[in-house]
């Protein structure tokens, strides 16, 4: 397997550590020289010194082999946007996985196209909410490519669900039920499974039916 | 007819000028506020801001606009500007200044319309040096 990794900050520079520690070639490119040197006395040859989104400096790293994935983890949205296309529609990498670093420039990547996407700041923001669950309604996972998201509800004592079983409930179309937690326990959600005050439900919906959902649920 | 300009530098300054006296409305976004200076006496738009902020386009009027031009500093931002410009509000006209060759050649054939100012300097300069042979020679044979 073979990965190049643009941009060799803490990001790119602790996953290019774990992909040589497990046998795996790798080039990790960085434009800054200071940084550069650094790299190039931990990872020797592996480490490259350029700007990623100069195609020739691409080309030095290997794209056109081309390598089974490549990472745009630099801190600028633009360039690692820019490198994704590149690699993708230039060279047809087979994958390439772009950092977010401002979550306002996710519908930016959806809209070029580049649908492998990591944000740190939005995983980290709804590990937030999920500390604050009458927040109401809680992102926890995103599952882009099917078009699905998993999202977590607290019902409290005055909401339609609590009380009622699972296949009583008139749920939105496209959701759908999947764990309810309670005292810390989770038990898979079936359509015996009764809702009480306090539980945590965990849910599968598609994009769009949110709102239906927290209304039947927590009103 | 409407065009917006993304970067009111020397560039985008001049060509937002020129547009405007052709009867265009025209308005400019650049981040930087001390950029309306370059456009002298101005009636069209100005929004400070940056061109990837989605907020900042609709309110440059990218909704309705006929022509886009890109020209900030940055190539990478140009690119990506001029794209969302031409995906997500379908303006026909988009042309995006980038001063690397290669990068400009790339999008060229992803469907961008590319102005490579780099390119231009280098065909022009190195068609003078060969205009000079010949003219030497010419003094040489002649």
Not at chain 1, 85 to 111: H, S, W
Not at chain 2, 38 to 58: N, S, T
């Amino acid at each position: 397997m073979y990965v190049v990794i643009a941009g060799g900050g803490k990001v790119g520079s602790n996953i290019a550590r774990t992909l040589i520690d497990s046998q795996r070639e790798v080039t990790i490119v960085e434009q800054r020289r200071d940084r550069f040197e650094q790299l190039e006395a931990e990872f020797g040859h592996s480490a490259m010194l350029g700007d990623a989104t100069e195609i020739a400096v691409l080309e030095r790293a290997g794209i056109a082999r081309p390598p089974d994935l490549v990472l745009a983890v630099t801190g600028d949205d633009e360039d690692n946007l820019v490198i994704s296309q590149i690699a993708k529609e230039g060279y047809g990498v087979p994958k390439a996985i772009a950092r977010v670093n401002d979550p306002r420039n996710q519908q930016t990547f959806d809209l070029l196209g580049i649908t492998q996407t990591v944000c740190a700041t939005s995983g980290l923001l709804a590990l937030v909410e999920h500390e604050v669950p009458e927040h109401g309604l809680v992102r926890l996972l995103e599952l882009r490519r099917e078009g699905l998201e998993v999202v977590e509800v607290q019902v409290h004592a005055d909401s339609p669900a609590a009380g009622q079983r699972v296949a009583g409930l008139a749920l939105p179309e496209g959701s759908r039920l999947v764990s309810v937690m309670r005292n810390g326990v989770a038990e898979i959600a079936v359509g015996e499974t009764v809702i009480r005050p306090g539980d945590q439900v965990v849910a599968i919906l598609k994009p769009g039916a949110e709102d239906k959902l927290r209304r039947a649920l927590v009103g | 007819m409407k065009a917006v300009i993304i970067g009111c530098g020397r560039v985008g300054s001049a060509v937002a000028k020129q547009l405007a006296g052709e009867g265009w409305d025209v308005t400019c976004v650049d981040e930087d506020e001390n950029a309306l200076t370059r456009l002298g006496a101005w009636k069209g738009g100005f929004v400070v801001g940056h061109g990837m902020d989605k907020d900042i386009l609709e309110e440059a009027g990218a909704v309705d606009a006929n022509a886009a031009v890109v020209a900030t500093d940055g190539d990478n931002s140009n690119i990506v500007i001029g794209q969302i410009l031409q995906r997500r509000y379908s303006i026909e006209c988009v042309v995006v200044r980038i001063l690397d060759p290669a990068r400009a050649e790339f999008y060229e054939k992803l469907g961008l319309r590319t102005v490579c100012p780099t390119q231009t300097a280098i065909s022009t300069l190195t068609e003078a040096v060969r205009a000079c042979e010949t003219g030497i020679v010419r003094q040489v044979t002649g």
